[in-house]
T-cell receptor
């Protein structure tokens, strides 16, 4: 089954404790992206990757890092989480160009 | 930079009624996509519009792309409880995809 898998589904952490949210897709998609969703603000893009070893900033990249060492994986790293990073995070992928996005199930992160 | 705005933010609808949600971009779009997110779920692709003035239908949902390719609308006829959720429009911005804030729809039975 074609899917984007994110883990964990829920995560509670404390300020400053490094964490990684994993994302994997099994569709051989070139393009992958991370979004955060906050009430009233919709989905805002954090980082995206056009292909292996090619990443670029989205609209809200501050406080986040990503890597794309393999085509299928695109982890989101918060090196020193802060409470304003409490949000619902979605990983997404697409084949390329203006194709539709496939979203993961989301990760609800709370930073205390 | 490009901004995509949606109105209304909330839509409370009586079951069986029609409603429309609107999407406006600050720049001309090459295409526009619509997604639906059920409560507690993730966004799911509904449709993509590419041509100026294009109209596409999916059962009770009608999607329209403006002539100037700067706005779009989603019209739902005879709303059902299954239509509950948040509807997002999204437009490409270079290699990014910018989403509107969404219209959250609730239905009164």
């Amino acid at each position: 089954e074609a899917q984007v898998t994110q883990n964990p589904r829920y995560l509670i952490t404390v300020t400053g404790k490094k964490l990684t949210v994993t994302c994997s897709q099994n569709m051989n998609h070139e393009y992958m992206s991370w979004y955060r969703q906050d009430p009233g603000l919709g989905l805002r893009q954090i980082y995206y990757s056009m292909n292996v070893e090619v990443t670029d900033k989205g609209d809200v990249p501050e406080g986040y890092k990503v890597s794309r060492k393999e085509k299928r994986n695109f982890p989101l790293i918060l090196e020193s989480p802060s409470p304003n990073q409490t949000s619902l995070y979605f990983c997404a992928s697409r084949a390329g160009g203006y194709e539709k996005l496939f979203f993961g199930s989301g990760t609800q992160l709370s930073v205390l | 930079g490009q901004q995509v705005m949606q109105i209304p933010q909330y839509q409370h609808v009586q079951e069986g009624e029609d409603f429309t949600t609107y999407c406006n971009s600050s720049t001309t779009l090459s295409n526009i996509q619509w997604y639906k997110q059920r409560p507690g779920g993730h966004p799911v692709f509904l449709i993509q519009l590419v041509k100026s003035g294009e109209v596409k239908k999916q059962k009770r949902l009608t999607f329209q792309f403006g002539e100037a390719k700067k706005n779009s609308s989603l019209h739902i006829t005879a709303t059902q409880t299954t239509d509950v959720g948040t509807y997002f429009c999204a437009g490409p911005n270079d290699y990014k995809l910018s989403f509107g804030a969404g219209t959250t729809v609730t239905v009164r039975a």
